[in-house]
Nanobody
């Protein structure tokens, strides 16, 4: 059974940084589109970052970011640990949400309808 589990959320001050982790089990992350969504209370999940499968000769996967996080967030993946990460810098109060790791059919467009597996999420609060 394919599963993903997030960790690393918490409370951080505006301007601060946080790194989220997503550990996978049951499948190799390197062979699949891995994405991060976030969901604010009462709203639908929003896709924010995605990395496509690693290509032949270990060519890194393509990256796709929502405009709201471009330049501040970085998605990455460690095949040896079967874990993906979301490095979040220059955090703003509007980044407050539950962050969910996903496995998707496609990275572009980054939409909920292409999600195959959802994690339970990890909460992030940006406040002073």
């Amino acid at each position: 059974q394919w599963q993903v589990a997030e960790s690393g959320g918490g409370l951080v001050q505006p301007g601060g940084s946080l790194r989220l982790s997503c550990a996978a089990s049951g499948f190799p992350m390197d062979d699949h589109n891995i994405g991060w969504f976030r969901q604010e209370s009462g709203k639908e999940p929003e896709g924010i970052a995605c990395i496509s499968p690693t290509g032949p000769s270990r060519i890194p996967g393509r990256l796709n970011y929502a405009d709201s996080v471009k330049g501040r967030f970085t998605i990455s993946r460690d095949a040896a640990k079967n874990t993906a990460y979301l490095q979040m810098n220059s955090l703003k109060p509007e980044d407050t949400a539950t962050y969910l790791c996903t496995v998707l059919t496609f990275c572009e467009p980054l939409q909920r309808r292409f999600v195959e597996v959802w994690g339970r999420g990890t909460p992030v609060t940006v406040a002073s």
